[in-house]
């Protein structure tokens, strides 16, 4: 394709993914047009063109920084050419030394890789990123690498390699104090050493990541722990206490409203009840389980429940319903080449057949049983063999890397010595002047540190005031015991409001949850009159940003008590989460009367929230160089949309 000069690079990237959207969701509405399956090829290469010519117009690092980002929420559009792509960008990373870049682009060629199974190439560029991670000393990119380089080793049943690696990773979460990262890897340790049979190592790593996991009110990973140990249970033929840890993680994803996490909750609740042969809830679970199952486009799941529901018909003598679901089960597995399920279904087959009486199909789903299993096993040894020579050069590189670190460190000793014999006559000339700069910036950041901690402390009782107010009105208006659980809520919530009080940054998860607990009360003294709903873009990852804490909420309280107050029913209050590279996009919205309605019954109302706002905002643009911003759209009785640019402080 010829090179476009006349545009700015960004210019024309922005126009051709407008277009190539635009042309790829046409033919994947119209499948069966030939011509649009062409066009989508040539658009995707298109596409791929105007991105690698756009990554080598680039020289500013924090703008290709931004690309990669842009890259990775394209590689559905780019299909097949999204690892040529992040290939370009690492190689153009390279050239202009621009080594975090190149790490990150060798990371996710590793991942894609590993996702289409080509074991070999996943580790040559997990292991590329995690050299230059050293070069780097990068310790969060260490722990992807060590993760990643375990769950290589692990697809190809390495499970021993697998876990030296997993507890590499662990080594470097602990060294930093991410507790959640060790929740996470003990969590996949354990998972490893259940394939392995190691149930009672297994349960003790479970262990540990709940601990961790309920001193973080980390429910997604207390969920994970409680299914894990009941599978162990399931596994050792104790259903009963299987069916009681599968409930308990069943109801902590339900929280979450995790579709995906539920459908594999369904599934084991099924399987427990089977084991307990209570076959008609097994039935109703199953098919609760295919439902999240097809929400999810997950074929091997739908497989497997098909296949436990022909076993139950089977074993109540519904010989035809059992070939019906037998044949689902199929197909869905033959979709995704999942031989392990095939397995599993024709071993059902034969035992449906021999159940009718009918030994010659029984035989015959024996003997392709056989065929897969024999594949099954010719695989496993090949990956095995591969995984071996890949550990064995792996242990080879890690010695290589050690003696050219040894040999590293005594040059540069005789460097630094030579260098430090140098530096110190000038040092000493300089040493006042810098010590007197350090202190002078030292006492500046305290100084500034204390203000936003003054500004927190003032937020903090202005929102306990005006809660204790509500307090008072829902208990004059309602019944005791309503204004107990009032209470109970508020108790909550005073209680995130103290844990957040002395921090500088809160994870946006913590200040979402915080969030949710005051809407409730707000929405509860109000008599439900609103509706409201927390939104999250899904490129946000609510676990990993950080963000000044009771920043978004004086904006909310706004919403409800000067927009939302007099509307009786019908009112709407929405607060949407957009990531926009270095910050973060709120927006809160609402159908009320508008900023200028809200005035004639509030003339002589200052408002002290907004002041605090934007002293902290300018503290914080001035602490941390971060973008941040505030823009208010009102108009009267059609509501109110506030924007806000929160700083991401991590």
Request: glycine letters at 4%; aromatic letters at 10%.
């Amino acid at each position: 394709m010829p090179k476009i000069k006349h545009l700015p690079a960004v210019l024309l990237s922005l126009l051709l993914l407008t277009f190539s959207m635009n042309s790829i969701l046409y033919a994947k509405t119209n499948p069966c047009d030939a011509d649009s399956t062409r066009n989508t090829a040539k658009i995707q290469l298109l596409l791929a063109d105007s991105i690698i010519a756009a990554i080598n117009s680039y020289t500013n690092k924090d703008t290709l920084c931004s690309f990669l980002s842009q890259i990775r929420k394209k590689r559905q559009m780019l299909g097949d050419h999204y690892i040529p792509v992040l290939k370009e960008y690492a190689t153009y990373s390279h050239k202009i030394g621009y080594l975090w870049g190149e790490m990150k682009a060798s990371d996710f060629i590793g991942l894609q890789y590993r996702y289409g199974e080509k074991y070999d190439k996943a580790y040559e560029f997990h292991l590329r990123s995690l050299e230059l991670a050293r070069e780097l000393n990068d310790s969060n990119q260490m722990f992807y690498n060590y993760n990643n380089l375990g769950q290589v080793f692990r697809m190809q049943d390495n499970n021993s390699l697998a876990i030296d690696y997993f507890h590499k990773a662990l080594d470097v979460s602990n060294a930093v104090g991410n507790l959640r990262s060790s929740s996470f890897t003990m969590n996949t340790i354990g998972a490893t050493l259940v394939v392995q049979k190691e149930y009672d190592r297994a349960m003790t790593y479970f262990q540990k990541s709940s601990d961790i996991a309920r001193q973080r009110n980390d429910k997604r990973t207390l969920a994970y722990n409680y299914g894990s140990v009941g599978e162990i249970f399931l596994l050792t033929n104790r259903p009963d206490s299987a069916m009681r840890y599968f409930q308990i993680s069943r109801n902590w994803l339900l929280e979450l409203n995790s579709s995906k996490g539920m459908g594999v909750a369904e599934h084991l609740i099924g399987q427990a009840y089977m084991a307990l042969k209570d076959y008609e809830r097994a039935k109703g679970k199953f098919k609760e389980a295919i439902e999240y199952h097809i929400n999810d486009n997950s074929k091997r799941y739908q497989s497997l429940c098909n296949c436990n529901l022909a076993k139950i018909a089977g074993l109540q003598g519904n010989y035809f319903q059992a070939l019906n679901f037998l044949k689902l089960a199929k197909e869905q597995a033959e979709s995704i080449n999942s031989l392990i399920n095939l397995v599993n279904i024709y071993d059902t087959y034969a035992e449906v057949y021999k159940m009718n009486n009918d030994w010659k199909k029984a035989y015959q789903a024996q003997q392709q049983n056989y065929i897969y299993q024999e594949k099954i096993l010719n695989e496993k040894n090949s990956n095995s063999i591969h995984a071996l020579e890949i550990g064995f050069e792996t242990k080879e590189k890690e010695q290589q890397i050690k003696l050219l670190q040894s040999e590293n460190r005594l040059k540069n000793q005789r460097i630094y010595l030579f260098v430090a014999l140098s530096v110190l006559l000038f040092s000493l000339f300089v040493i006042g002047s810098l010590l007197y700069y350090r202190n002078k910036k030292k006492n500046a950041h305290q100084k500034e540190t204390l203000r936003q901690q003054l500004l927190r402390s003032q937020m903090n009782p202005h929102f306990l005031f005006n809660a204790l107010g509500s307090i008072q009105n829902y208990m004059f208006k309602n019944s005791a015991k309503e204004a107990a659980s009032y209470l109970n809520n508020f108790a909550s919530l005073t209680r995130s409001i103290l844990d957040h009080s002395a921090a500088e940054t809160v994870t946006l998860s913590q200040e979402i949850d915080a969030l949710d607990n005051y809407i409730k009360l707000e929405q509860m003294r109000l008599q439900h009159s609103f509706d409201y709903c927390l939104n999250c873009d899904e490129e946000v990852d609510a676990e990993f940003i950080n963000v000044p804490p009771m920043l978004i909420q004086p904006f909310v309280e706004n919403a409800i008590k000067h927009g939302l107050r007099n509307i009786k029913s019908g009112g709407k209050l929405e607060v949407i989460f957009e990531d926009q590279d270095d910050v973060l996009l709120v927006r809160i919205c609402d159908n009320g009367i508008g900023f200028e309605g809200a005035s004639s019954h509030t003339k002589e109302h200052k408002s002290m929230a907004m002041s605090i706002f934007k002293e902290r905002i300018r503290l914080l643009k001035k602490a941390h160089s971060k973008k941040a911003g505030l823009h208010i759209q009102s108009e009267l009785n059609k509501g109110t949309s506030v924007s806000i640019n929160v700083p991401i402080l991590n």
